[in-house]
């Protein structure tokens, strides 16, 4: 049997999805939200009080959803934020 390789995976209509679990001081809480927020592609469907947030990035591609990752990563009063899912659609 000759398999091909299918490269229409890959191709430029991708659409990357992840989701994080963000931590940030409780007392920056909205300040933080507002900041991801302002991301493009991007919502936060759950947090808690104490600071604990559910954050869905949507991207056209993967170099897009890794800055996107590493400016939540590098903003002010994050205390983690970790990648828990990645789908590529």
Do not use: F, W
């Not at 927020?37 to 604990?52: F, Q, V, W, Y």
Request: proline share 4%; glycine share 4%; charged share 20%.
């Amino acid at each position: 049997m000759n398999a091909q390789q299918d490269d229409s995976y890959h191709d430029d209509k991708d659409l990357h999805i992840a989701s994080l679990v963000v931590m940030s001081h409780p007392d920056h809480l909205q300040q933080v939200q507002d900041k991801i927020c302002s991301i493009p592609g991007t919502e936060i469907p759950n947090s808690t009080p104490e600071g604990k947030m559910v954050v869905v990035l949507e991207a056209d591609d993967q170099a897009q959803l890794l800055d996107r990752i590493d400016h939540i990563q590098g903003s002010d009063h994050i205390l983690s934020a970790s990648l828990v899912y990645h789908h590529i659609a």
